[in-house]
């Protein structure tokens, strides 16, 4: 069974920072591209960072570059994605899933909740 487990979010006031966390199981996790993608009120879908399956570096979306870093782990079987100076519009459920680019994939998790508020 494929499994994508996120954790990691929270609420925190804007500036502040967070690390996501996604633990993968029921495939072969270094052989996979993986990005993350997020959904805030009442907006669709939108991908935030893809990275390759040898960690040479991430791509990000516009609104995020220079604030967020992914990166993973072949040996935990682990993606992550640190949130730095974190502002309002960045509130949203944050999922992370097989796959570079795009905002749909064939595996997702079911999403960590990050809340940015003063």
């Known amino acids: 069974e494929v499994l994508l487990v996120e954790s990691g979010g929270g609420s925190v006031q804007p500036g502040g920072s967070l690390r996501l966390s996604c633990v993968v199981s029921?495939?072969?996790?270094?052989?996979?591209?993986m990005k993350w993608v997020r959904q805030a009120p009442g907006k669709e879908l939108e991908w935030v960072s893809g990275?390759?399956?040898?960690?040479?570096?991430?791509i990000y979306a516009e609104g995020v570059k220079g604030r967020f870093t992914i990166t993973r782990d072949n040996a935990k079987n682990t993606l992550y994605l640190q949130l730095n100076n974190l502002k309002s519009e960045d509130t949203g459920m944050y999922y992370c899933?097989?796959?570079?680019?795009?905002?749909?994939?064939?595996?997702r998790g079911q999403g960590t909740q990050v809340t940015v508020s003063s």
């Open positions: 899933a097989r796959g570079y680019t795009g905002p749909l994939s064939d595996a």
């Open positions: 029921g495939f072969k996790f270094s052989d996979y591209a």
């Open positions: 990275i390759t399956t040898d960690d040479v570096g991430g």
